[in-house]
């Protein structure tokens, strides 16, 4: 007779497939909101259907799971803009520790930079999904139109037109080399109140977003243009980097600047950087989105 698993063998059995799963579908679903903390919640989410699923009857548990958080992460995303309209001030992603994964348990680290959270957000949920899914997961077209439940030919068209919007708004980014070298130069300018300096990396379009989130002194509105972002970074200096220490770490496959004082850390500065300079400058100064970061060494 063949062998008749116990409950506790079926929940072990259970619980290796989603563990074996768990770093795509939290990828997903930060991919999808931009915070680590309502990623999580949606794993968990997920674990708990998966415990009352009747496991006999799927056929492929990895794919079940995927669909399962892209389902959830959609829906959530609806109501997270709904959140992000009332939010104190300027919202950014909530940035993570991806130094011992840096694409994040995906195919590629696609999708993933701060910069590019942010323009996702312009996307509609199921454009963001299906753009997540076959440009950091190579998901195939055909899998991506049942996760998104619509056809394959619609599936094509949902990822080309993510791919235009983004493209149209974003200049090629550096490679990684050329991105330390910006940083670390950005960092001496800024520290030092240098403001010819500051002018010469920025590019003629610079934004600089900082998201305070209520909690740490910000600006509620984006600071816009070469002067005026060279004479923001300028102005904040005195209060910003005195008694701080400044190390290079990694945030979401990219270099960035964590800010740490008395050991904690105040502040996280990320530059998306393109052969014409600095586009944008992004300060998470939120002390609930910098949490991840308190035992990271650098």
Do not use: C
């Not at 990623?39 to 415990?51: G, K, P, S, T, Y």
């Not at 300027?90 to 994040?104: C, F, G, K």
């Not at 993510?162 to 800024?190: I, K, N, S, Y």
């Amino acid at each position: 007779m063949p062998e008749i698993e116990t409950p506790d063998e079926e929940l072990s059995d259970a619980t290796a497939v989603f563990l074996a799963v768990r770093p795509r579908l939290f990828g997903i679903a930060y991919r999808m909101l931009g915070s680590a903390a309502d990623a999580e919640d949606l794993v968990q989410e997920v674990w708990l259907r998966w415990q009352r699923t009747d496991r006999a009857t799927v056929e492929n548990p990895a794919a079940y799971l995927a669909t399962a958080v892209t389902r959830l992460a959609i829906n959530a995303s609806r109501s997270a803009r709904a959140r992000h309209e009332t939010y104190p001030g300027q919202w950014l992603p909530e940035p993570v520790d991806t130094s011992a994964d840096p694409q994040l348990g995906a195919e590629r680290g696609a999708a993933l930079g701060l910069a590019v959270l942010m323009l996702l957000e312009k996307l509609s949920p199921t454009e963001r999904a299906a753009y997540v899914l076959r440009e950091a997961f190579d998901y195939p077209y055909r899998q991506i139109a049942d996760i998104v439940q619509t056809t394959e030919v619609a599936a094509r068209q949902l990822v080309s037109r993510a791919r235009r919007r983004l493209a149209a708004d974003r200049r090629r980014p550096v490679d990684r080399a050329q991105h330390e070298r910006m940083l670390t130069a950005f960092v001496g300018a800024a520290r030092s109140g240098d403001l010819a300096a500051l002018e010469k990396m920025l590019s003629a379009d610079v934004v600089s977003t900082s998201d305070g989130g209520g909690l740490a002194r910000a600006t509620k509105m984006p600071v816009v243009g070469v002067e005026r972002v060279a004479k923001y970074v300028r102005a904040i200096g005195p209060r910003f980097w005195p008694g701080t220490e400044v190390a290079v770490v990694e945030a979401n496959g990219q270099p960035v600047l964590l800010v740490r004082q008395g050991g904690e850390p105040v502040g996280l500065v990320a530059l998306d950087v393109s052969a014409a300079g600095i586009e944008r400058l992004m300060w998470q100064i939120n002390p609930e989105k910098l949490a991840t970061f308190r035992a990271v060494t650098g």
